[in-house]
Protein backbone atom coordinates (compact mmCIF):
# COMPACT_ATOMS: atom_id res chain seq x y z
CA UNK A 1 0.00 0.00 0.00
CA UNK A 2 2.89 2.26 0.76
CA UNK A 3 4.45 1.98 -3.11
CA UNK A 4 1.01 2.74 -3.86
CA UNK A 5 0.39 6.19 -1.91
CA UNK A 6 3.82 6.80 -2.99
CA UNK A 7 3.11 6.74 -6.81
CA UNK A 8 -0.22 8.57 -6.09
CA UNK A 9 1.95 11.28 -4.94
CA UNK A 10 4.50 11.51 -7.30
CA UNK A 11 2.11 11.66 -10.15
CA UNK A 12 0.24 14.39 -7.68
CA UNK A 13 3.33 16.44 -7.49
CA UNK A 14 4.75 15.69 -10.79
CA UNK A 15 1.28 17.10 -12.35
CA UNK A 16 1.38 20.29 -10.12
CA UNK A 17 5.22 21.04 -11.51
CA UNK A 18 4.03 20.84 -15.02
CA UNK A 19 0.92 23.19 -14.44
CA UNK A 20 3.07 25.53 -12.85
CA UNK A 21 5.95 25.62 -15.70
CA UNK A 22 3.19 25.90 -18.29
CA UNK A 23 2.12 29.05 -16.65
CA UNK A 24 5.91 30.73 -16.86
CA UNK A 25 6.64 32.72 -19.83
CA UNK A 26 8.78 30.56 -22.63
CA UNK A 27 11.60 33.19 -21.65
CA UNK A 28 11.88 31.69 -18.05
CA UNK A 29 10.43 28.21 -18.75
CA UNK A 30 12.98 27.47 -21.45
CA UNK A 31 15.41 28.33 -19.27
CA UNK A 32 15.10 26.43 -16.37
CA UNK A 33 13.95 23.13 -18.59
CA UNK A 34 17.32 23.36 -19.84
CA UNK A 35 19.15 23.89 -16.61
CA UNK A 36 17.08 21.60 -14.04
CA UNK A 37 15.37 19.04 -16.09
CA UNK A 38 18.50 18.88 -19.56
CA UNK A 39 20.73 19.41 -16.92
CA UNK A 40 22.75 21.66 -18.62
CA UNK A 41 24.76 24.50 -16.76
CA UNK A 42 23.97 28.10 -17.10
CA UNK A 43 26.82 28.89 -19.48
CA UNK A 44 25.62 26.06 -21.57
CA UNK A 45 21.90 27.06 -21.67
CA UNK A 46 23.31 30.68 -22.19
CA UNK A 47 25.15 29.45 -25.72
CA UNK A 48 22.10 27.16 -27.02
CA UNK A 49 19.92 30.25 -26.53
CA UNK A 50 21.79 32.85 -27.65
CA UNK A 51 21.49 34.80 -24.70
CA UNK A 52 24.03 36.58 -21.98
CA UNK A 53 24.73 34.41 -19.24
CA UNK A 54 23.33 36.74 -16.62
CA UNK A 55 20.60 37.30 -18.57
CA UNK A 56 19.94 33.64 -18.45
CA UNK A 57 20.77 33.47 -14.64
CA UNK A 58 18.34 36.28 -13.90
CA UNK A 59 15.17 34.81 -15.97
CA UNK A 60 16.05 31.37 -14.04
CA UNK A 61 15.73 33.10 -11.07
CA UNK A 62 12.75 34.94 -11.72
CA UNK A 63 10.90 32.24 -12.89
CA UNK A 64 11.85 29.67 -9.87
CA UNK A 65 10.13 32.77 -7.49
CA UNK A 66 7.32 32.16 -9.75
CA UNK A 67 7.34 28.45 -9.88
CA UNK A 68 7.58 28.60 -6.11
CA UNK A 69 4.61 30.74 -5.94
CA UNK A 70 2.37 28.52 -8.44
CA UNK A 71 3.32 25.71 -6.40
Avoid at 10 to 23: F, K
Avoid at 26 to 44: H, K, M, N, Q
Amino acid sequence: MRDLEREVWDLTVSEAVSTALADLRDEERSPIVLAYFGGYTYREVAEMLDQPEGTIKGRIRTGLQRLRGGL
